[in-house]
Nanobody, 122 residues
Framework: VQLVESGGGLVQPGGSLRLSCAAS????????MSWARQAPGKRRREWLS????????ARSPSLKGRFTISRDNGKNTVSLQMNTLQSEDTGVYYC????????????????WGQGTQVTVSE
């Protein structure tokens, strides 16, 4: 199983980015796939959004609707469309398979990608 994120980079405040997660070794439609991020200096990763096997989605209320998760079964990828980016969105973004919360509040998953850096700055 491998997850490879792409699409990160430097963007100005108010801009948009689309992240992609290419999966191999399994089909994304057979698992709950999620995006999470880790901000600079923060110890914990933050859950952002999940797309479930049935196609339903869930999103952190803190995003205020700015991010949208989607899945392309034909390409076996999961994407995160990020709009109206703000400096607080800067961080490393991770794709994860079957993400959940450990008793200590940390995020755990069957598999994580290596992450892609997103920097929102003038």
């Amino acid at each position: 199983v491998q997850l490879v994120e792409s699409g990160g980079g430097l963007v100005q405040p108010g801009g948009s980015l689309r992240l992609s997660c290419a999966a191999s070794g399994f089909t994304v439609s057979s698992s709950a796939m999620s995006w999470a991020r880790q901000a600079p200096g923060k110890r914990r990763r933050e859950w952002l959004s999940t797309i479930y096997r049935d196609g339903n989605t869930a999103r952190s209320p803190s995003l205020k609707g700015r991010f949208t998760i989607s899945r392309d079964n034909g390409k076996n990828t999961v994407s995160l469309q990020m709009n109206t980016l703000q400096s607080e969105d800067t961080g490393v973004y991770y794709c994860a398979k079957n993400l959940t919360w450990a008793p200590d509040g940390n995020l755990v998953a069957d598999y994580w990608g290596q992450g892609t850096q997103v920097t929102v700055s003038e």
